[in-house]
């Protein structure tokens, strides 16, 4: 990166789960993560947009860590920069804000110190980070992502076949990750540890066939996380109910939650989202859509925006 560069960074948000997908199946959404970088004198951050109003504007932020994180693993150095930064992801809200930052940070090392780092090296580097492959491997490489992490490399099968209307609920209310995994149990016994594989399993067999008819089964069959955070989340069992009696193929809580996903038949969004506005008026209730591309980056000329 040199004097009078501008590079643009977009990182699409995501979801994670789907059910019995657990910390291993995510997708790619058209909520953005948005940097625009300049060389400056020092590293800051400055929050253009309310989702990112609090975030730390100095070093302490997420996405300067990472970036510092990775530099020092590759031997480089980092120019300081001034970076704006603007978000439509919701924070804390189970569509993939943090994994949407790490992503930023680990793409804002790689174009301005010209690591050329492939995909896999990217979605790696982020799965270790956020000890999982789903949601920061869709923010990389976009579409409908299975993914397994382990410490050498992150194994994901990619695709793009999603013929599905996505109606999100997303509550008012923050829900940590931290405080979601607190309701799972540390162990499952035997059986049950097969019967939730074997529901994961056919989620993913019918997802890589786009049949969503069969995936919206298996999420209503999961018993690795949904029915322990069921009590955090009380709008998850009513969208359920309003999604199974107007057509929907299947719900799912978004990550750790609170928001929660509508998966149906294309077309039906236009029935089915004023019913579910109806029922949750304290809630943002939207249609979204699923980013194929993934992360993106540009530079541009200063002088161009003149």
Not at 205 to 211: A, D, K
Not at 228 to 235: D, I, N
Not at 279 to 285: D, I, S
């Amino acid at each position: 990166m040199k004097e009078g560069d501008m590079l643009k960074i977009q990182v699409p948000g995501s979801t994670a789960n789907l059910g019995p997908g657990f910390d291993s199946v995510g997708l790619a959404l058209n909520r953005y993560l948005t940097l625009t970088v300049k060389l400056a004198e020092k590293w800051t951050f400055k929050p253009v947009s309310e989702e990112v109003a609090d975030i730390p504007e100095g070093q302490n932020n997420l996405i300067y860590k990472v970036a510092s994180q990775l530099a020092e693993q590759y031997g480089v150095a980092l120019p300081p920069c001034h970076v704006e930064v603007s978000s439509e992801i919701p924070m804390t809200r189970g569509l993939g804000s943090s994994a949407a930052a790490v992503a930023a940070g680990i793409e804002l090392c790689n174009r301005i110190a010209q690591l050329n780092l492939s995909d896999e090296e990217k979605v790696h580097f982020a799965s270790k980070i956020e000890g999982h492959p789903d949601n920061a491997s869709a923010s990389i490489v976009g579409g409908l992502i299975i993914g397994f992490l382990t410490e050498d490399r992150t194994y994901y099968v990619k695709t793009n076949k999603i013929d599905v209307d996505i109606i999100a609920v997303i509550p008012p209310y923050y829900l940590y990750t931290k405080d979601s995994r607190g309701a799972l149990p540390d162990s499952f016994p035997f059986q049950q540890s097969v019967k939730a594989s074997a529901v994961s399993n056919v989620l993913v067999g019918s997802l890589l066939n786009n049949n969503w008819e069969l995936a919206g089964k298996m999420m209503d069959m999961d018993i690795f996380h949904q029915p322990y955070r069921e009590s955090l989340v009380p709008e998850l069992k009513k969208v359920r109910e309003i999604g199974k009696e107007n057509g929907a193929y299947g719900t799912a809580l978004s990550g750790a939650g609170p928001t929660i996903l509508c998966f149906a038949p294309k077309g039906l969004r236009h029935s089915l989202r004023p019913r579910l506005k109806e029922a949750f008026p304290h809630c943002e209730v939207t249609q979204l859509e699923v980013d194929v591309d993934g992360m993106k980056s540009w530079f541009t000329h200063i002088e161009s925006f003149a």
